[in-house]
């Protein structure tokens, strides 16, 4: 029946009761994210909620309303992957006394900003022209769909996330034996020796965006195993391995020092290659689509023909990319103490504001594509540049950190925001709507994020020596007898402190001290641009980036990312395009927003029992 | 041809890693001493040239396939060009229908038509995009494609109101999606 009144699509209620509900998963997926070394993407689990709030509790949302409702929702969470995997370096350092507040939140909200402002102008380049797949858009967007998707569809997709969630849920029950295994050694069942791996993750949401891929999984896949088939037997036999597994094989390595052998190949060779080719690869995106992208400009300039304007203007663009610019500045002078002059800090903005632009494209470009996003390797490098433009003294790691945090914020953004355009697009939603709404709360996320990792550090410490830490403090403060009693000691936490390795923090401290050491494997970061700029060129544009990507990370999760597209290829093959799209979609959706569900009721868990004990 | 191509890129691709994973100071006493100031292992260079060397031969036999099937292709009905043309046309006339009758139908056939279209003659269109791309050239397929974008967003649009109980609101999203549509046919024939 049809409704009267204007129809409901940037409205108050959405944008506050989206606020909220990114305040809450910006906390919880923070804490989580530190204990676990990775986030969790909000935009799924944002539309459930705004599903389930608006058009559950209020009878009243309409389906592009629930877009706006999750674009501003994970816009205020999304933050915190820029936050988590920076900032708490400065804690592990024991800098956190001369750290200026001020001058973080600073950063971070400029990050937050500029990572709106840049990737708008392309939106038309990457969504509209080249079609980039963005499976969490996909998966979102199938959400939003379901009340007009038909029975089939919508069953199909509750089914999927009631599979997914309950599989998860197997592995995370606290008991002893769990009741399912999160990996599964099949290389070790088979007898394979212990340097050729072949251990598969039990992630659905890994085979759900697999599958949404499509034959972007085959490159994945391809990655992964040239890595760890190809490239480590290979150095095994040659030699080329990292300091103190010299003389190792493939089969002495045994399965007790492969995981570590592993972690630490990726940092002597897989992620310093990996990374350069993602450079050459969007180096070379960037050349191909430079045409694309002057026409997408030339476009925000002037109204659109017979019709309003359906992106923000070119101007709204630069005062925001201006003012973002200055906060930057400022960020970066402040965090410097004294020590960093207001033309080192003009040099290091401008310089950020840059790599900030190009590391948004890379992760566009590779979150459209497979979902995962290098921004880990990206934020290093920005830290590196920063440190190669201060100097590598101590006095400016914490500004170098800085501006390294609002870039690694903004690459965080600008894949959040890319993901929702994407969503918006499938489901109709006008660009400038979900812009405007992200761009004005976008300055919300980072004091949140920041706020919770100082809260973290006061009340739990973290890091690899989180339990010396916490030792240390009680001793200071004249209570250790008392954390003793509660089972605390220099070894062990005390009952009732959660541990928080934040292990990305960890990784961060190690490649500063290869910084200031001067070592930096230039050599590795050259030699893989120029494999990603040459296939990115020759071959197909995005394929340096997605091989760079899957060089380096987890076989585990790269794999069955990698068997969800080769299942997305055999279903079209044997029953068409058309029913693998149908039915593929929705089961594929469902295991994407049902793993991404239990992750986030794990992680507010977390935050609960820790704030009873304490 | 393409299997050589292919083989050519994924081994070429292989050594070429291989060789860049040798760019670190030399692990092997006996070559170090004998070569002290060499920044890479011993067979790292050689393996990275030999590998992009395998890698560019790939590429430009792919291309040189690609060409003689492109051509092939073009000797017959229409060739590629006249795929895209038809296909346009085709989803234009559907969206010029739509738009015609959009006061005539009830929101659930609207929704149907819509539906029907994404599945089909949409879905058929944009699965070739990067073909049409490689066709075109990225210029002009941006020229193109543009309007075929837009038309399909303002068209979910109108299925997304529509969906909501809102279709008279939805379909003024129409008249706009079959301008687009009409502005990327006429874009097309020019080229």
């Known amino acids: 029946m049809a409704k009267n009144g204007p129809y409901r699509e940037l409205t108050f209620l959405s944008v506050i ?41 209020l009878r009243r949302g309409s389906i592009l309303e629930v877009n706006i409702f999750q674009t501003v929702a994970s816009g205020v969470n999304t933050v915190n992957a820029g936050i988590i995997f920076t900032i708490p370096v400065l804690f592990l350092l024991g800098m956190d006394k001369e750290m200026d507040l001020r001058a973080l939140m600073l950063a971070a909200t400029a990050g937050s900003l500029l990572g709106v402002v840049i990737i708008v102008p392309l939106r038309k380049q ?20 379901s009340p007009g998707a038909g029975v089939a569809k919508a069953r199909l997709l509750l089914i999927s996330i009631a599979f997914s969630a309950t599989v998860l849920t197997l592995t995370k029950l606290p008991v002893e034996d769990p009741l399912l295994s999160e990996h599964f050694n099949i290389g070790k069942l088979i007898g394979l020796p212990a340097g050729l791996r072949l251990v598969l993750a039990l992630s659905l949401l890994s085979l759900g965006a697999g599958y949404l891929a499509g034959r972007h999984g085959l490159v994945i896949l391809y990655g992964t195993l040239l890595n760890f088939w190809v490239l480590i037997p290979f150095c095994l036999w040659m030699g080329w391995v990292p300091a103190g597994f010299e003389g190792d094989t493939l089969s002495s390595l045994g399965y007790e020092r492969a995981d570590s052998f592993n972690g630490a190949f990726a940092g002597f060779t897989s992620k310093l290659v990996g990374v350069g080719m993602i450079l050459g690869g969007a180096i070379a995106g960037i050349l191909v689509a430079l045409p694309a992208l002057k ?37 970066t002078w402040l965090s410097g103490g004294g020590n960093v002059s207001w033309g080192t800090a003009l040099i290091a903005a401008v310089a950020g504001t840059l790599w900030l632009w ?51 914020v903004a690459t965080s953004m600008c ?26 709360t976008c300055w919300i996320g980072p004091p949140v994020a920041v706020g919770t990792v100082f809260i973290l550090w006061s009340a739990y410490s973290f890091g690899p020596d989180q339990a010396q830490r916490m030792y240390d403090r009680q001793v200071e403060q004249g209570t250790v007898q008392e954390y003793v009693e509660k089972g605390g000691g220099p070894d062990q936490l005390a009952r009732g402190i959660p541990n928080i390795p934040a292990p990305q923090a960890g990784v961060l401290e190690s490649a500063i001290n290869i910084v200031q050491s001067g070592d930096i494997p230039l ?24 091989i760079g990507l899957s060089i380096y990370l987890p076989f585990d999760y790269m794999a069955v990312f990698g068997i969800g597209g080769i299942l997305s290829i055999l279903v079209t093959r044997w029953k068409g395009a058309r029913f693998a799209e149908d039915k593929g979609v929705p089961i594929a959706a469902g295991l994407i927003v049902g793993d991404a569900l239990v992750n986030v009721g794990d992680a507010i868990v977390r935050v609960i029992k820790a704030g009873i004990a304490s | 041809m393409k299997l050589l191509s292919n083989a050519l890129i994924v081994v070429g691709f292989c050594l070429g890693t291989a060789g860049a994973a040798g760019f670190h100071e030399p692990t092997d006493p006996e070559y170090k001493a004998e070569n002290p100031n060499a920044k890479t292992e011993e067979w790292a260079l050689p393996l990275f040239i030999v590998g992009l060397v395998g890698v560019v031969s790939g590429c430009l036999l ?120 009409e502005h990327a046919c006429e874009v097309l024939a020019t080229l």
């Open chain 2, 62 to 181: 792919r291309r040189a396939h690609d060409r003689s099937q492109r051509a092939a292709e073009d000797s017959q009905t229409g060739g590629l060009k006249g795929v895209f043309k038809g296909q346009l046309e085709s989803i234009r006339d559907m969206v010029i229908e739509l738009d015609e009758k959009k006061n005539e139908l009830s929101t659930q056939e609207l929704c149907g038509r819509i539906d029907k279209m994404f599945r089909n003659e949409y879905f058929d269109l944009t699965a070739r995009n990067e073909d049409y791309a490689r066709l075109l050239g990225f210029t002009d397929y941006a020229r193109v494609w543009e309007g075929v974008a837009t038309a399909e967003r303002q068209i979910a649009r109108t299925w997304s109101m529509a969906t909501d109980g809102y279709p008279e609101q939805g379909i003024e999203e129409l008249p706009l999606a079959r301008k687009n549509l």
């Open chain 1, 295 to 331: 026409s997408a400009f030339g476009s925000l300039k002037s109204s659109p023909a017979g019709g309003a304007r359906e992106e923000v203007s070119m101007r709204v663009l630069t005062v925001g990319a201006g003012i973002g610019f200055v906060m930057l500045l400022v960020a």
């Open chain 1, 126 to 145: 990457i969504i509209d022209l080249e079609r980039l797949r963005f499976p969490e858009g996909v998966a979102t967007a199938a959400i939003l769909k």
């Open chain 1, 415 to 440: 894949a959040d925001m890319m993901a929702d355009l994407k969503t918006g697009y499938l489901i109709g939603g006008k660009p400038i709507k979900q812009q405007i709404a992200q761009i004005a």
């Open chain 1, 358 to 408: 190009i590391a948004g494209l890379v992760v566009a470009q590779t979150t459209g594509r497979t979902d995962w996003s290098p921004l880990s390797g990206l934020a290093l490098i920005a830290i590196a540049i920063m440190m190669g433009i201060m100097g590598t003294a101590d006095e400016y790691i914490i500004p170098a950190v800085t501006v390294g945090a609002a870039i690694c």
């Open chain 1, 523 to 546: 050599g590795k970061y050259l030699t893989g641009a120029v494999l990603g700029l040459l296939v990115s060129l020759l071959v197909s544009p995005g394929l340096g980036v997605m």
């Open chain 1, 17 to 57: 009761a989206a606020v909220i509900t990114g305040v809450i998963l910006n906390m919880g997926i923070s804490f989580a994210g530190m204990q676990i070394g990775f986030t969790i993407v909000g935009s799924t689990v944002a539309a459930v909620i705004g599903f389930g709030f608006l058009r559950g509790v």
